[in-house]
């Protein structure tokens, strides 16, 4: 058998310290299909990332905080005028 080395890679939420996927935090939605020809789709993409000055490895965001975070935004959304 001989020495086999395994690599173990444990990602947690730094919010909540639950396990979860390296990529949780990304977001990505289609916005279109493209135009028939050669140009591809087109998506809205972004990372949810958690920011404290202590305490955070990496930032990462697990998908149930994510959920919770970005339900509590558009709350706080809700009546604000988005007039460019």
Same mark, same amino acid.
């Given at each position: 058998?001989?020495? +086999? *080395? !395994? %690599?173990?890679?444990? !990602? =947690?939420?730094? *919010?909540?310290?639950?396990?979860?996927? @390296?990529?949780?935090?990304? *977001?990505? +939605?289609?916005?279109?299909?493209?135009?028939?020809?050669?140009?591809?789709?087109?998506? !809205?993409?972004? =990372?949810?990332?958690?920011?404290?000055?202590?305490? #955070?490895?990496?930032?990462?965001? #697990? =998908?149930?905080? @994510? *959920? %919770?975070?970005? +339900?509590?935004?558009?709350?706080?959304?809700?009546?604000?005028?988005?007039?460019?």
């Amino acid at each position: 058998m001989g020495v +086999e *080395i !395994v %690599k173990c890679e444990v !990602v =947690t939420c730094d *919010i909540c310290n639950q396990l979860c996927g @390296k990529h949780d935090g990304h *977001i990505k +939605e289609m916005v279109n299909a493209g135009d028939g020809r050669d140009v591809g789709p087109a998506y !809205v993409k972004a =990372t949810l990332t958690f920011y404290q000055p202590y305490g #955070c490895s990496n930032g990462l965001v #697990c =998908t149930d905080c @994510k *959920i %919770k975070y970005l +339900e509590s935004h558009l709350k706080a959304q809700k009546g604000v005028s988005h007039a460019v």
